[in-house]
């Protein structure tokens, strides 16, 4: 005597592949919109007095070789005032802040076009600096 095996199918549910989907597209949101400066190399310049402010999604670093970076990615000076202001038309007013992370031996030769860049930009330039201590 043949004894008959019962198949069991075991399907995912279409609302439980939903939240997976939803869940891995906030990840990888959240992942895009961080920025890692870790492998460039830049001290920042120090002051007495140091106010603190809020993240800014635009960040322009020169590092130690006086090269410019934007958001990470290496820039010219003459192609950084138009991707600053295509950056900033995504931004609401009053949030139209650009970090400076300047190396604290760049020459006024290299960072004054960049703030130049910046203004022409229409952009709230804030230079970040380490404070000073004794």
């Known amino acids: 005597m043949k004894i008959r095996r019962r198949h069991l199918e075991a ?6 592949m939903a939240d997976i989907a939803f869940n ?13 400066d870790s492998n460039l190399r830049w001290k920042p310049a120090a002051s007495p007095k140091v106010e603190a402010i809020e993240q800014s999604r635009i960040v322009v670093t020169v590092d130690e070789d006086s090269k410019v970076y934007l958001n990470g990615v290496p820039k010219g ?4 005032a138009s991707d600053i202001e295509k ?32 203004s022409q ?8 600096l380490a404070e000073e201590r004794e």
């Open 11 to 16: 399907g995912v549910p279409a609302v439980a």
């Open 24 to 36: 891995l597209v906030l990840f990888f949101i959240i992942l895009a919109r961080t920025q890692d």
């Open 77 to 80: 000076i003459g192609e950084l």
């Open 87 to 118: 950056r900033l038309k995504e931004e609401p007013a009053g949030k139209k802040t650009v970090l400076l992370k300047i190396h604290k031996d760049t020459l006024a030769a290299t960072f004054e076009p960049i703030i130049e860049a910046v």
């Open 121 to 128: 930009a229409g952009g709230d330039l804030v230079h970040v």
